[in-house]
């Protein structure tokens, strides 16, 4: 029986993996500035959930610098990716009713 | 464990999530060619205000840079999302909409300058509020906006003033749309 991913189940976690996931794997990964409006989080509230993330190996950050301007970029990892996807494949099989 | 209901509702928010992103995504690129084209065909109004007998080489010109611009910014936007926003389909849409809007104007319709200057406008318009309706409303309300301006220009505004505004009407309606459309 699968369990649910306390990690990705926290609501912004959540919303943060949703969207990075919904990108193709090649792609860059979204910015923080537009995870940050996407998700309608605070800067800290945004930064402490992706670290939790990142310690996860479920995100990887980089930071690197545009002109003059520092970006954050945070993209999912394939274990990220696939967490993600039992996770989803969970919360099915709970409105299916086979579990809960 | 969670219930059945709470676990909709998680699939609701990532459900919802996915659709923020793609209509972001949208925004993303649709912003660049707005301004791309919104700068493109002010150009070409002021030019063919300017040079009335050079229209035709004037909006090939703006046809062809617009098109080129387009493909790379596609491919720029590609190498970053993984998604190509102006592909080999689209290119050849665009072209078909352009034959048939000149055998409309020019070959059953044998429209006037002024005619024409409003009709392409609006012809544009037209594919912009349809892909709105699948894509995002935007679209739609820039689409509106630019066809009930280009009609008040059409209808009220007398003699040459028409072409600069047009200029102002469809190439700054363009530039504004899609700043509009990058913040939002």
Same mark, same amino acid.
């Given at each position: 029986m699968a369990e649910l991913d306390d990690i990705i189940h926290q609501p912004l976690r959540l919303k943060i993996m949703a969207a990075l996931n919904?990108?193709?794997?090649?792609a860059a990964g979204l910015e923080f500035s537009r995870l940050k409006k996407l998700t309608g989080a605070t800067d800290g509230n945004l930064g402490a959930h992706i670290e939790t993330l990142a310690k996860a190996g479920y995100v990887s950050v980089e930071k690197a610098f545009v002109g003059k301007k520092p970006q954050t970029t945070v993209t999912a990892t394939a274990a990220g990716r696939g967490a993600f996807a039992r996770h989803v494949a969970t919360l099915q099989e709970i409105i299916a009713g086979r579990q809960g | 464990m969670i219930d059945s209901k709470q676990a909709s509702e998680a699939l609701a928010e990532i459900d919802d999530m996915v659709q923020r992103v793609r209509r972001s995504r949208v925004y993303d690129i649709a912003s660049q060619m707005m301004i791309l084209w919104g700068a493109l065909v002010f150009a070409g109004n002021i030019a063919t205000w300017l040079q009335p007998r050079e229209g035709y080489p004037i909006w090939l010109a703006v046809y062809v840079l617009g098109l080129a611009g387009s493909f790379a910014i596609s491919a720029s936007r590609q190498a970053k999302t =993984?998604?190509? =926003?102006?592909d080999r389909r689209m290119f050849v849409a665009f072209l078909l909409c352009i034959a048939f809007g000149y055998f409309c104007a020019l070959v059953l319709g044998h429209f006037s300058p002024r005619q024409q200057g409003a009709f392409w406008t609006i012809y544009f318009m037209l594919f912009y509020a349809l892909a709105g309706l699948w894509l995002a409303y935007a679209f739609v309300a820039i689409a509106v906006c630019i066809t009930m301006l280009t009609l008040v220009g059409y209808y009220f505004v007398a003699g040459d003033a028409f072409v600069p505004w047009m200029a102002v009407v469809n190439g700054v309606g363009l530039i504004g749309g899609g700043l509009w459309m990058r913040r939002s």
């Open positions: 919904s990108l193709p794997a090649t | =993984g998604v190509r =926003g102006f």
